[in-house]
């Protein structure tokens, strides 16, 4: 906990977490590194899930792999900004949390990780962007904030409004509007507060206490370009499968059009052969 926190996480025999690129700090010897795609259904749905990930969300396109090999193993994973780290654990009670861009640390490996896009309101000035990371499914979510971290279980009809900039996380049943922090344009204005976003439960909700300054923001440029060469890598792989996607159309088109060519050869001469 505190103002830089890490996340210590011991793994049993074959056990393994997924996380974000670059999150990892330490690690005991019998656990061994990978890359994934997501829990996503197969190479394509993986594919496409690291595609929107990386270009919609500013995620990796690919997520760190990090098993355990015999015995038990532990890892060390931290955020790239200062703060708290939050961790939930979906299941019957939450089944779904929506992650802010950004924010996503690490998940056990039965999570399915996927992008959501939001409404035009949403995504214009609620400060989250149009598109979001779900996770959902059976396992622990960890994410970072800025500053502390605090959660609020909101019920069934209770309302808690929430600065754009402070938004983490919250529950797929919770809903949310985005409005005028005053009722008049002057008392917005002049408040320097702005938009707020206003959530409904039932479901909680994870805010930040402090917004991302241009310290974090620089280190999150630093980030970016550490990614830089998986997310070309990802590119590229996407690249060539749509080509490969795009010959076996074409040579399908062709081949079929050949056959077609004898069969109409063989109805003409039948029907010349029934003339005479």
Not at 131 to 137: E, V
């Amino acid at each position: 906990g505190g103002t830089a926190a890490a996340l210590k996480i011991r793994l049993p025999d074959q056990a393994a977490v997924l996380a974000e690129n670059d999150a990892l700090v330490s690690k005991t010897q019998n656990v061994d590194i990978g890359a994934t795609l997501g829990n996503s259904g197969g190479l394509l749905g993986g594919l496409l899930g690291g595609a929107a990930r990386s270009l919609l969300t500013n995620e990796s396109f690919f997520l760190q792999t990090l098993r355990c090999r015999g015995g038990l193993g532990e890892v060390l994973v931290a955020p790239q900004e200062l703060g708290d780290i939050a961790t939930v654990t979906l299941g019957q009670a939450l089944q779904g949390i929506m992650v802010t861009e950004g924010a996503f640390l690490c998940a056990e490996e039965g999570v399915d990780i996927q992008t959501r896009m939001q409404g035009a309101t949403q995504g214009l000035f609620g400060g989250s962007g149009f598109f979001l990371m779900r996770c959902s499914g059976r396992g622990s979510v960890a994410f970072g904030c800025t500053g502390s971290c605090i959660k609020y279980d909101l019920q069934a009809g209770e309302c808690r409004v929430v600065d754009n900039g402070h938004l983490v996380a919250w529950a797929d049943t919770v809903s949310y509007t985005v409005g005028m922090a005053s009722s008049s344009l002057f008392g917005t204005m002049a408040s320097g507060e702005g938009l707020m976003c206003s959530f409904t439960g039932p479901g909680p909700v994870w805010i930040q206490t402090h917004k991302s300054s241009s310290a974090s923001t620089q280190q999150g440029s630093k980030m970016k370009q550490q990614q830089g060469a998986s997310n070309i890598i990802g590119a590229c792989i996407v690249f060539f499968i749509f080509i490969i996607f795009f010959l076996m159309i074409i040579v399908a088109v062709v081949f079929g059009s050949q056959s077609e060519i004898p069969e109409r050869r063989s109805h003409r001469h039948q029907y010349i052969s029934d003339e005479f």
